[in-house]
Each structure stands twice: as structure tokens, then as C-alpha cells.
Nanobody, 120 residues
Framework: QVQLVESGGGLVQAGGSLRLSCLAS????????VGWFRQAPGKEREFVTR????????IYADSVKGRFTISRDNAKNTVYLQMNSLKPEDTAVYYC?????????????WGQGTQVTVSS
């Protein structure tokens, strides 16, 4: 019942910043947990960050702590991923996912992904 569309990816130099957006079409968006994942070439998909329903708490992978920030604007049905101090190793396809479960571990819905490329 939810469609997710990512945007904001592109090419950026190392040390630069980028903000990704995930727009949701569902009417109960504020009740969903939303996460960001990424997959680099030749690598498995990895967890980046997530924000709980109503934005009550956030969790970050160690690799992005202090550099990335997840936030949500429920009035706009949008979750953001602010990425600062980008490194070449951040290069990947970034996906947003939504979860209606209590524990945020089902990830029922996924976006199509947006490419982030960080040049050195």
C-alpha cells in the first residue's frame, strides 16, 4: 500500500554533501519506520540508517555515524538522508524502505534506488 520514490543522487567530490529524499505515497506514512540501505558494486546490500515511526528515534551504521543524518517530514510524506563529508567508499545505489511493523525488521516496501557516486 506504499510506493517509495528516491531522488537526489548524483556525482559529488569527496568531502562534499548530498541530500537524498524518499517520497512516499501511502496515507499512513507517519506510522511507518523508514530506513536507508545501500549497495556498492560487487557488494551486498548494507544497512545505513533508519528512523522510527513519528521520528521518535534513529539508528546509524558505524560507517556513517557523525556524517549522515536521517530525518522525516510527515506533512510532506518524505524522509531525508543528509550525507556530509562523503567518501569514495560511500559510492553505491541508495534505497529507502518502509516498514509498518513494530520492530522495523520486515521492510515491506522498497524504492527503486538512486545512484550516489563520490569521486576522489
Amino acid at each position: 500500500q506504499v510506493q517509495l520514490v528516491e531522488s537526489g543522487g548524483g556525482l559529488v567530490q569527496a568531502g562534499g554533501s548530498l541530500r537524498l529524499s524518499c517520497l512516499a505515497s501511502g496515507r499512513t506514512f507517519s506510522s511507518y519506520c523508514v530506513g536507508w540501505f545501500r549497495q556498492a558494486p560487487g557488494k551486498e546490500r548494507e544497512f545505513v540508517t533508519r528512523i522510527t515511526r513519528y521520528g521518535s528515534s534513529t539508528i546509524y551504521a558505524d560507517s556513517v555515524k557523525g556524517r549522515f543524518t536521517i530525518s522525516r517530514d510527515n506533512a510532506k510524506n518524505t524522509v531525508y538522508l543528509q550525507m556530509n563529508s562523503l567518501k569514495p567508499e560511500d559510492t553505491a545505489v541508495y534505497y529507502c524502505a518502509a516498514d509498518s511493523s513494530i520492530r522495523c525488521n520486515s521492510w515491506d516496501y522498497w524504492g527503486q534506488g538512486t545512484q550516489v557516486t563520490v569521486s576522489s
